[in-house]
């Protein structure tokens, strides 16, 4: 069907992870939306009722740096920049934008400028102030006399700009009004929508399992079959849910592989549960080819699994054995290679991730992380036209609905989410202790930001984590905080943290130390910055021992959730293992990752002594983990949003 581009917004896409997102809560609010390159020509962009321009990882002022078409903003289309697309709009105003002695990442109060106020911030639920994500380095740190600023932060920088000619609807924002974390970004898109450029809200949403069901049938056509690699998540039962409905049985083979990363004994509860729902599952044992897996990467092979300590790579050969032992799979079953297809439940989110082009019209996003459904190989497979991804288009919670609306049990479909890499990605592993560059800056800010509170102290642990940080991927240090313990009593010790100030640490030191982009607390005694202590690591591979050690730890965790009710709560809780032995040989630490969101693109970490996360149940995980066989060297809670920190750590 042809599009009505007079009743339709056009989103600019300039490589943000959230461009799906914004598209998303357009559509949510009855309006038709597109997204195109950042540089479509001026004759096309003419025709739509409003323009959005998205954020970006680059900087307005890097050589290679997305452009837009040239007289963008001399257009007569109602035009709203975000965060990157917000820069363009000053730079082209004659703003100065600068990067910024500090970084922004997390929520963050902007104060609401009136006289008047300006018509994206009104019916807030307060005219002077609201809370949004920030994620960015360069800001706008003086407007000129063509542009109005009318929200900054705290410290002064300009948060959204107004263009000050009448005849021109153009409006900045260096937050996302498009996330969650933005407490009142929807009411700012509708005013803008609706109230500014005057968008008719008469989009419907076709529903969307006729929608998976006809793109599925398109796909496939003939007697062709399909393999659905199923992990027993919910993205996977969803999808296999559909493809079974779509072709029938008979031409669906659900397998499920155990890599050897799986939970304790999660292989066998997956296989139950999917059987009980009616798919039959054949499930694969592929620990060891899995542990001695190789694969290539830019021309040089990569491997084995079991040696590697680089994520990135881990991840690209754990997604490229899946493939081929579902390849082997086929073979064993007869079934031609030319006319079998693959099947799996790769998400939005999945795709954004890992800047496939499916989720990146600019082709300009940065690589957060691959996942395991998006290798190099899974991207020729798809070019071939051998994959079938019915969800592609959808998050999580949409995902999460579609399986109602199939007749998914609720117990499937409220299962926390769990990476098709499995355990793999909760291990950091290392050789050697990680060392910033510029740990004696990161020192200081860390001696700055505590100061003046002597009951909590910060050091730089020797490890590292992946992150994301204005748009892109980093790689960087994890720091750890400490405070107050009451000699053999965990409760009391949880009891006696001040926790909205140890939130408050974890916000603020990623955004004045750059090379951080995690915090979590670290129970026991403190230990202070340049201890030789933390200067100590065990070596750590995807070896079975430290693969059952964190088995053991994850299984007592979740245990421990279960039983407080708190699974279905959280949104997802890793547990992590990392290499940091705080001067006790052969020790590692575990962490406790818990993750509260919606749109799962962004998120915050429960706050202890809140319903979330009761402080009798934290002292309870501290305890149970410090009495396994194989206690860890220290128990650490992650304090960190999303971004700067991504769920997982790896």
Same mark, same amino acid.
């Given at each position: 069907?042809?599009?009505?581009?007079?009743?339709?917004?056009?989103?600019?896409?300039?490589?943000?992870?959230?461009?799906?997102?914004?598209?998303?809560?357009?559509?949510?609010?009855?309006?038709?939306?597109?997204?195109?390159?950042?540089?479509?020509?001026?004759?096309?962009?003419?025709?739509?009722?409003?323009?959005?321009?998205?954020?970006?990882?680059?900087?307005?002022?890097?050589?290679?740096?997305?452009?837009?078409?040239?007289?963008?903003?001399?257009?007569?289309?109602?035009?709203?920049?975000?965060?990157?697309?917000?820069?363009?709009?000053?730079?082209?105003?004659?703003?100065?934008?600068?990067?910024?002695?500090?970084?922004?990442?997390?929520?963050?109060?902007?104060?609401?400028?009136?006289?008047?106020?300006?018509?994206?911030? =009104?019916?807030?639920?307060?005219?002077?102030?609201?809370?949004?994500?920030?994620?960015?380095?360069?800001?706008?740190?003086?407007?000129?006399?063509?542009?109005?600023?009318?929200?900054?932060?705290?410290?002064?920088?300009?948060?959204?700009?107004?263009?000050?000619?009448?005849?021109?609807?153009?409006?900045?924002?260096?937050?996302?009004?498009?996330?969650?974390?933005?407490?009142?970004?929807?009411?700012?898109?509708?005013?803008?929508?609706?109230?500014?450029?005057?968008?008719?809200?008469?989009?419907?949403?076709?529903?969307?399992?006729?929608?998976?069901?006809?793109?599925?049938?398109?796909?496939?056509?003939?007697?062709?079959?399909?393999?659905?690699?199923?992990?027993?998540?919910?993205?996977?039962?969803?999808?296999?849910?559909?493809?079974?409905?779509?072709?029938?049985?008979?031409?669906?083979?659900?397998?499920?592989?155990?890599?050897?990363?799986?939970?304790?004994?999660?292989?066998?509860?997956?296989?139950?549960?999917?059987?009980?729902?009616?798919?039959?599952?054949?499930?694969?044992?592929?620990?060891?080819?899995?542990?001695?897996?190789?694969?290539?990467?830019?021309?040089?092979?990569?491997?084995?699994?079991?040696?590697?300590?680089?994520?990135?790579?881990?991840?690209?050969?754990?997604?490229?054995?899946?493939?081929?032992?579902?390849?082997?799979?086929?073979?064993?079953?007869?079934?031609?290679?030319?006319?079998?297809?693959?099947?799996?439940?790769?998400?939005?989110?999945?795709?954004?991730?890992? @800047?496939?082009?499916?989720?990146?019209?600019?082709?300009?996003?940065?690589?957060?992380?691959?996942?395991?459904?998006?290798?190099?190989?899974?991207?020729?497979?798809?070019?071939?036209?051998?994959?079938?991804?019915?969800?592609?288009?959808?998050?999580?919670?949409?995902?999460?609905?579609?399986?109602?609306?199939?007749?998914?049990?609720?117990?499937?479909?409220?299962?926390?989410?769990?990476?098709?890499?499995?355990?793999?990605?909760?291990?950091?592993?290392?050789?050697? =202790?990680?060392?910033?560059?510029?740990?004696?800056?990161?020192?200081?800010?860390?001696?700055? =930001?505590?100061?003046?509170?002597?009951?909590?102290?910060?050091?730089?642990?020797?490890?590292?984590?992946?992150?994301?940080?204005?748009?892109?991927?980093?790689?960087?240090?994890?720091?750890?905080?400490?405070?107050?313990?009451?000699?053999?009593?965990?409760?009391?010790?949880?009891?006696?943290?001040?926790?909205?100030?140890?939130?408050?640490?974890?916000?603020?030191?990623?955004?004045?130390?750059?090379?951080?982009?995690?915090?979590?607390?670290?129970?026991?005694?403190?230990? @202070?910055?340049?201890?030789?202590?933390? =200067?100590?690591?065990?070596?750590?591979?995807?070896?079975?021992?430290?693969?059952?050690?964190?088995?053991?730890?994850?299984?007592?965790?979740?245990?421990?959730?279960?039983?407080?009710?708190?699974?279905?709560?959280?949104?997802?809780?890793?547990?992590?293992?990392?290499?940091?032995?705080?001067?006790?040989?052969?020790?590692?630490?575990?962490?406790?990752?818990?993750?509260?969101?919606?749109?799962?693109?962004?998120?915050?970490?429960?706050?202890?002594?809140?319903?979330?996360?009761?402080?009798?149940?934290?002292?309870?995980?501290?305890?149970?983990?410090?009495?396994?066989?194989?206690?860890?060297?220290?128990?650490?809670?992650?304090?960190?949003?999303?971004?700067?920190?991504?769920?997982?750590?790896?």
């Amino acid at each position: 069907m042809a599009t009505d581009e007079s009743a339709t917004v056009a989103i600019l896409d300039a490589g943000s992870q959230f461009s799906k997102v914004i598209d998303r809560r357009v559509r949510e609010l009855a309006v038709h939306s597109e997204i195109l390159p950042l540089d479509t020509p001026l004759d096309v962009l003419a025709k739509y009722k409003a323009l959005i321009v998205s954020g970006g990882p680059g900087s307005v002022y890097d050589a290679a740096a997305p452009q837009a078409a040239d007289g963008l903003f001399d257009l007569d289309v109602p035009l709203l920049g975000i965060c990157y697309g917000m820069q363009m709009m000053a730079m082209h105003y004659g703003c100065r934008v600068e990067a910024g002695e500090v970084r922004q990442d997390g929520v963050f109060a902007i104060q609401l400028a009136s006289e008047p106020i300006c018509p994206l911030f =009104a019916d807030l639920a307060s005219a002077e102030t609201t809370e949004v994500l920030l994620t960015h380095g360069d800001s706008v740190l003086e407007v000129s006399e063509d542009v109005r600023s009318v929200a900054a932060t705290d410290e002064g920088i300009v948060a959204a700009i107004e263009v000050r000619d009448a005849n021109k609807a153009q409006f900045g924002l260096q937050f996302h009004p498009e996330v969650d974390l933005s407490v009142e970004g929807m009411t700012i898109l509708r005013n803008f929508l609706f109230a500014v450029a005057g968008v008719p809200a008469t989009y419907t949403l076709t529903s969307r399992k006729e929608m998976a069901i006809e793109y599925i049938r398109g796909m496939v056509s003939g007697d062709d079959k399909v393999l659905v690699l199923v992990s027993g998540g919910v993205d996977s039962s969803v999808c296999a849910t559909l493809v079974n409905e779509a072709l029938g049985p008979e031409r669906v083979v659900c397998i499920h592989v155990d890599n050897g990363f799986m939970r304790k004994g999660e292989s066998t509860q997956v296989a139950a549960a999917l059987r009980a729902v009616g798919l039959e599952l054949d499930v694969i044992e592929g620990a060891e080819t899995f542990y001695n897996a190789h694969t290539e990467v830019d021309g040089v092979s990569v491997g084995p699994l079991n040696e590697l300590v680089n994520p990135e790579a881990k991840r690209k050969v754990i997604g490229d054995t899946f493939m081929r032992i579902t390849n082997t799979k086929a073979a064993e079953l007869g079934l031609d290679p030319n006319a079998v297809f693959l099947a799996q439940g790769t998400l939005r989110p999945d795709l954004i991730e890992s @800047a496939s082009k499916l989720a990146n019209a600019s082709a300009t996003a940065s690589v957060i992380k691959t996942h395991h459904n998006d290798t190099a190989l899974v991207r020729l497979l798809r070019d071939a036209g051998r994959v079938v991804e019915p969800l592609q288009e959808y998050h999580k919670d949409e995902v999460r609905q579609l399986g109602l609306e199939l007749g998914l049990p609720e117990h499937l479909i409220s299962r926390q989410p769990f990476p098709g890499p499995g355990l793999a990605i909760r291990i950091l592993c290392a050789h050697s =202790a990680f060392v910033p560059p510029n740990a004696a800056a990161i020192a200081e800010v860390l001696a700055g =930001a505590t100061a003046e509170t002597p009951d909590y102290s910060a050091a730089v642990l020797p490890v590292a984590s992946v992150g994301v940080q204005g748009d892109g991927r980093t790689y960087a240090s994890l720091v750890g905080l400490f405070g107050p313990v009451v000699a053999d009593d965990t409760l009391a010790t949880v009891d006696a943290i001040d926790w909205r100030h140890v939130f408050d640490l974890a916000k603020s030191i990623p955004k004045r130390a750059r090379g951080v982009n995690r915090v979590a607390y670290v129970f026991g005694e403190r230990v @202070a910055n340049g201890d030789a202590a933390l =200067a100590t690591i065990t070596p750590t591979l995807l070896t079975p021992d430290v693969i059952a050690s964190l088995q053991e730890a994850d299984a007592v965790v979740n245990a421990i959730l279960g039983d407080a009710g708190l699974l279905t709560k959280l949104s997802q809780v890793p547990v992590i293992l990392f290499p940091a032995n705080f001067g006790v040989d052969g020790a590692r630490c575990i962490c406790i990752r818990t993750m509260v969101t919606n749109d799962f693109m962004t998120g915050v970490p429960a706050l202890p002594g809140t319903e979330l996360m009761p402080k009798a149940v934290l002292a309870a995980i501290v305890d149970a983990l410090l009495a396994l066989p194989n206690p860890p060297a220290r128990v650490v809670y992650d304090c960190t949003s999303k971004p700067p920190g991504t769920t997982e750590w790896e």
